[in-house]
């Protein structure tokens, strides 16, 4: 493989309906998209999970835009490379930056299986042609906004609900949730709101019978958790935390958490991905697949990792329809009544960009070419 073409663009796409966690809420999305194209023609798009500030993780889109066009769209264009496989590997002088690094990264797993002939899923070695889905609520106005909420994606199929939590919205709110729906697969994610000191208020969630406790403590804290942990039963999932298969291992080996949510920005790519489900699925702990707001490009990217083998729980990974008005896909991504997603047989990440529409949605663009 030799990238000779990086193409960047941000488009600016709004949600239709706010999104809001414990550090904030969002309605324009600001998204990065990356197209790579090789000397004979062939391409392929990755999506920047970096958000419009450093709220999620150290990355936003303008930190992602300034690396890549600086120091990784350089060391990937003109080198060859063995494939997609290898194209980490060409940035990893570059520390972090792992959401700019899998715009890229994933782009070229696309390139690679359209030139294959094949479905990206099948050629990651994926073997779930169907995955199974569920969704993430945000913090709402009031709770009884939030009850609505959760009655229409049961009703749609999604197989578990996720509920965003921060202090002053949680107990109650999880309570209230647990009588309402008393056997549904419920979750939180608290995305960092909280500190050990907390530990009597998470161990009160217990009584609510809860699939997980999603990132509770700090964003780049292991031993804490594995503090935590040991105090209540409900499993914890990092998220933030796990920004490698290092990190996995080490995560597990501390017994900082019983489950893993997988993101491709977070990891840095589907190489780095897979690696850290194999962690997981040798060590007997059971992963799923994150969501961070993306259009269809990136939410395509996601059903491919999801189809591996150690992805057995419902993951973030919902319909384009929860989100857009309209998606920058063709076809759009759709839930079946079961609440699963059917992985595309068409080559590559097996949907259409809509190309006109991406045009209309850019807000800046800039092509990177091999000397
Ligand atoms: O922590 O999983 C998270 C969205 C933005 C940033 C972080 C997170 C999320 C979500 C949304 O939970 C998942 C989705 O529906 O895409
Ligand atoms: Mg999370």
Request: proline share 4%; with cysteine.
């Amino acid at each position: 493989m030799n990238i000779r073409q990086i193409e960047l663009r941000e488009i600016s796409l709004r949600l239709v309906h706010f999104f809001e966690t414990s550090f904030g809420r969002t309605i324009e999305r600001r998204i990065m998209l990356v197209r790579v194209t090789d000397g004979d023609g062939a391409e392929g798009w990755g999506e920047c999970t970096a958000g419009e500030g450093p709220f999620y993780s150290e990355e936003w889109v303008d930190s992602a835009w300034e690396v890549t066009r600086l120091f990784l769209a350089p060391m990937v264009l003109g080198h060859e490379v063995e494939g997609a496989a290898g194209v980490g590997e060409l940035m990893r002088r570059a520390r972090g930056n792992r959401m700019a690094k899998a715009s890229v990264e994933t782009a070229c797993w696309d390139l690679e299986a359209k030139r294959a002939g094949v479905a990206l899923w099948r050629h990651l070695g994926g073997v779930q042609g169907e995955i199974a889905c569920g969704v993430s609520i945000g913090i709402q106005d009031s709770p009884e906004q939030l009850l609505e909420k959760i009655e229409r994606e049961l009703a749609a199929g999604y197989q578990r609900i996720k509920i965003k939590i921060k202090p002053g919205w949680d107990r109650e709110v999880v309570e209230t949730v647990r009588a309402r729906f008393p056997d549904i697969r419920l979750m939180v994610d608290a995305n960092s709101a909280y500190t050990l000191a907390d530990a009597p208020l998470l161990r009160a969630l217990d009584e609510f019978g809860l699939m997980m406790i999603e990132q509770p403590l700090a964003y780049d804290d292991r031993e804490d958790h594995a503090r935590l942990q040991r105090q209540i039963k409900t499993p914890v999932c990092l998220d933030e935390s796990v920004r490698s298969a290092e990190d996995a291992r080490k995560a597990i080996e501390l017994g900082a958490c019983r489950i893993i949510n997988v993101k491709l920005g977070r990891v840095g790519g589907h190489a780095e991905a897979a690696r850290v489900e194999s962690v997981c699925r040798g060590a007997g702990v059971p992963v799923w697949c994150g969501g961070m707001l993306e259009s269809g490009i990136g939410r395509a990217h996601n059903i491919a990792m999801a189809t591996l083998g150690g992805f057995t729980l419902p993951g973030d990974v919902s319909a384009s329809s929860r989100y857009w008005a309209e998606d920058i896909i063709d076809p759009e991504v759709t839930v079946t009544p079961r609440g699963t997603i059917v992985a595309p047989d068409a080559p590559g990440i097996g949907f259409r960009v809509k190309l006109d529409l991406v045009e209309s949605l850019t807000v800046r663009s800039e092509t990177l070419s091999a000397a």
